[in-house]
């Protein structure tokens, strides 16, 4: 009877514990001014894609021929751009395009590269050989030229891109998930819940997945401003987002053609970029020095 | 013993190496399984993909057959595999030449720039982090540190675009896009297909001067990208090494700095390092995509963006491929280059 009790009391416990290291972890984060300033980057992207409507002072979509590629002033804050759309709208609306394309590829492909990695890992054997061939060639293609031509094969647009960055980003994930995989598939805890006589599958779900989450976490805020840069590069070459939406790639690339007379339709949107894949890598710098089980053994 | 142990060696390096070799192999026919799944599969209608909607049905056939997609799949794949190894990358759409015979005349472009991308990387990023490592969490290692940091945080394309502005359009200080001038075009006969060899090599000065003015901006550009990534690198194996006991030990024996840092942990971070250049350079082959398509550059970049815009898979592919296969090749390498340098993994002298 009184089995139950003590169950509930560990398990409180437990929860305790790991609030506690939460808690731990967001004060070690705020004492670490870059990461606060990634995070501050973050936050302010977030707000501006949450509030674009409501921030933004023209419609993003609207030409306006009479004011087409003015100056930055009064009206337009930030200029206009060859159809005299306001560009300062344009950028606020096209942060929500870098966080969809940033959240699809990142959604996708860390699940995929960690159910490919764990299974080869905790399987082994040819399972394990296939499986991580695979993931060499997906790693010895250069990134961009195999998004390049998956576009050119999918067609362009702001989904496949999407999908062509997943396809190129899920292998880092696979050789980390396998890497942790293999350290623990023979460890006695999980050797113990196997004699307890727990399905493979549980296994893998319920004890070697949760090991890979930090690397996982650390790995994927590190990949985000990488995703942002290859997305915008798809959409600079003519293959990510299509006109009229206000991807930030796709506006420096027509903005190209007026770089030394208007040189504010093509820098604008190179500095939104700028701004936030140097806050996201701030913020994977800060986290990954937090959280790295690798680092954190070291003195 | 001793007089079995040279030929030992002798058959483990061998298989060594075939085991290299046979990675490749795999590896390269993963690579061709890949350009073939994203040529014919996903494309739903891979001849109409070529011949364009307006086709007419003769002309839908004759590419139908001459594809081989009458075929079954693994026997499309094999003639696929064995066209490929022949050399055989098909016929570019736009310019009806081969694909290969455009590839050769565009990759020297390509090289130039990225080999001497790489150079200046080396020659600033490698010191670089090695003074960010030394003089660890104080300023000169926050200043690399954010120059780093900007280096790989920034859309190299747009970085291109400000550098015309700023140092083409507004000083004057260098050339515009493009390889050349264009009254300058057609001058130098081609040896090597790279204008700067080939103008200096025929002596022609004023035509390599040219050129060098052309090349300066998107090299600076490549050789700070690069110089960011093997800062980092270089201040991260370092870090490391500065902080063994080897290297208390030599200055414990009065060694001076400068002989601890290059001498001792700078020759051991080294081969670490060795591979991760070779790596970067088939980075920077691929990255200068982006490079290429913003300044104009003649290069594989360029070409496989503007036949990407042409619907024209073959060449696009045939770009893939080479540029993956060299990929492929610099990884293996790499490996090679680890082991002979590495002590370590040599063979123990007896």
């Known amino acids: 009877m009184s089995t139950m009790p003590t169950h509930t009391i560990a398990r409180a416990q437990v929860r305790a514990a790991q609030f506690k290291q939460i808690k731990s972890f967001c004060r070690r984060f705020a004492r670490n001014p870059s990461g606060m300033f990634g995070f501050f980057i973050l936050v302010a992207l977030l707000f501006c894609a949450a509030f674009a409507p409501w921030l933004a002072t023209h419609d993003p979509y609207l030409p306006n021929l009479s004011g087409r590629l003015s100056a930055p002033g009064a009206d337009y804050w930030l200029g206009a751009d060859e159809l005299g759309r306001d560009i300062y709208s344009r950028v606020l609306y096209g942060s929500r395009l870098t966080l969809l394309i940033v959240g699809l590829v990142i959604v996708t492909s860390a699940p995929i590269g960690l159910l490919v990695g764990v299974i080869a890992g905790n399987f082994g054997g040819w399972v394990d050989t296939i499986f991580m061939r695979v993931t060499d060639v997906f790693l010895a293609v250069p990134k961009l030229l195999l998004a390049l031509a998956f576009v050119a094969a999918l067609g362009p647009g702001i989904v496949n891109a999407a999908i062509a960055i997943t396809l190129t980003a899920w292998p880092p994930y696979a050789r980390m998930a396998r890497a942790e995989a293999l350290a623990v598939r023979n460890s006695d805890y999980v050797n113990a819940v196997r004699l307890a006589g727990a399905s493979e599958f549980h296994i893998i779900v319920q004890h070697i997945i949760p090991m890979c989450i930090s690397s996982v976490i650390v790995r994927m805020t590190l990949d985000m401003a990488g995703i942002i840069l290859t997305a915008a590069g798809l959409g600079f070459i003519g293959l990510g987002a299509q006109p009229p939406l206000p991807e930030w790639g796709a506006m420096i690339s027509t903005g190209r053609k007026f770089i030394f007379d208007q040189w504010w339709v093509a820098t604008v949107p190179g500095f939104a970029i700028f701004i936030v894949s140097l806050g996201f890598n701030l913020l994977g710098d800060a986290i990954r020095d937090l959280l790295d089980p690798h680092l954190k053994a070291r003195p | 013993m001793a007089a079995i142990a040279p030929a030992s060696d002798g058959i483990r390096r061998l298989g060594r190496v075939l085991t290299g070799l046979a990675t490749i192999a795999v590896t390269l026919l993963g690579l061709i399984a890949l350009t073939f799944f994203i040529g014919r599969v996903i494309p739903i209608d891979p001849v109409l993909a070529i011949v364009g909607e307006k086709a007419t049905q003769e002309a839908y056939d004759k590419v139908f057959y001459a594809m081989g997609l009458d075929k079954p799949v693994w026997e499309q794949f094999a003639a696929y595999t064995w066209q490929l190894l022949c050399g055989d990358f098909g016929t570019s759409f736009t310019t009806t030449r081969p694909v290969l015979t455009d590839l050769l005349t565009f990759f020297p472009a390509t090289l130039e720039l990225a080999t001497l991308g790489l150079l200046l990387g080396i020659v600033l990023g490698v010191p670089a982090g090695v003074v960010s490592a ?181 060449a696009v592919l045939g770009g893939t491929f080479l540029v993956g296969a060299i990929f492929i090749v610099l990884n293996q390498l790499s490996d090679i280059l680890y082991t002979t340098l590495d002590p370590r993994t040599r063979p123990a002298r007896r």
């Not at chain 2, 190299?156 to 001038?181: E, H, S």
């Not at chain 2, 063994?244 to 942990?265: C, D, M, P, Q």
């Open chain 2, 134 to 314: 030394y003089w660890h969490d104080k300023w000169p290692d926050h200043l690399i540190r954010v120059v780093g940091l900007v280096g790989y945080s920034v859309p190299i394309f747009w970085l291109g675009l400000v550098g015309l502005y700023v140092f083409y359009y507004r000083l004057g200080w260098v050339a515009g896009p493009g390889q050349i001038d264009v009254f300058y075009v057609g001058i130098v006969k081609p040896i090597t297909n790279s204008i700067l060899i080939d103008s200096m090599l025929r002596g022609e000065w004023t035509v390599f001067w040219n050129a060098v003015s052309h090349i300066v901006l998107p090299v600076s550009l490549i050789g700070y990208f690069s110089m960011a990534y093997l800062s980092r690198m270089t201040r991260s194996l370092m870090l490391d090494q500065l902080t063994k006991e080897y290297v208390l030990t030599a200055r414990l024996k009065g060694a001076s700095e400068i002989e601890v840092v290059f001498g001792h942990a700078l020759r051991n971070a080294a081969i670490p390092l060795v591979t991760i250049i070779a790596l970067s350079y088939g980075g920077l082959l691929e990255g200068s995509v982006l490079i290429e398509t913003v300044f104009g550059w003649p290069g594989i970049g360029n070409y496989i963006a503007s036949s990407l815009f042409r619907g024209d898979i073959n």
